[in-house]
């Protein structure tokens, strides 16, 4: 029905990480103590980042410094520096993607979530499409072909079809490919499901 599917670790002191990657797509939760620093680095993936909750410092190429806080969310290009720095703790979600995509207009910096809709966030790439969705609570949501993966902001019941599972924060959890819908009862949670439909 639903799987554990993310290896967790100390990535540094300060900061929890669990990962999953599957295709050219790489998914992070980060768990962050407040005052870590995150170094300066880039890489040749293009980064989608939302904030669950918290607030931190964004700096990106050593010149622009963004502000982030809760349900806060960007993109990021290839090759970018940018750093971070803890102003609480915070819990955020990273989705690396490593390939050509179809809509140059998504690969913009886009500060903070208003401008990136995570209800209809959609990227096409040359390998596989990826969607992230927020479900709303008490209502059901259809689950897209392909991989599903789920996230919690805090612990959880959830409903798969007719069977109910609990989920908690910074795991990454695999959804049966036979499930069709999913719903939530808890109020003024958040859950994130990334779908990634192969095009090979």
Do not use: W
Not at 9 to 16: K, N, P, T
Not at 178 to 185: G, K, P, R
Request: glycine share 4%; aromatic share 12%; proline share 1%.
């Amino acid at each position: 029905m639903i799987q554990k599917i993310s290896k967790t670790l100390e990535r540094q002191e300060g900061l929890m990480q669990a990962r999953y990657k599957e295709f050219n797509v790489q998914v992070l939760l980060h768990f962050c103590k407040k005052d870590v620093i995150l170094k300066k680095h880039k890489h040749k993936q293009l980064q989608f980042g939302y904030t669950f909750y918290g607030k931190y410092h964004f700096m990106i190429d050593d010149s622009t410094l963004f502000y982030m806080g809760d349900c806060h969310s960007y993109i990021l290009n290839s090759y970018i520096n940018h750093e971070a720095i803890a102003l609480t703790d915070y819990y955020a979600l990273d989705v690396k993607y490593y390939g050509k995509v179809k809509n140059k207009m998504y690969l913009n910096y886009q500060f903070p979530n208003k401008e990136v809709d995570l209800q209809a966030f959609y990227l096409e790439g040359d390998e596989v499409n990826i969607t992230i969705s927020k479900i709303s609570t008490n209502s059901e949501f259809k689950l897209n072909k392909g991989t599903n993966l789920i996230f919690t902001k805090n612990k959880c019941s959830i409903n798969l079809d007719d069977n109910r599972s609990h989920i908690i924060p910074m795991e990454i959890y695999k959804i049966d490919a036979s499930i069709n819908t999913i719903s939530q009862e808890y109020n003024n949670n958040e859950i994130l499901i990334i779908n990634l439909n192969s095009k090979i």
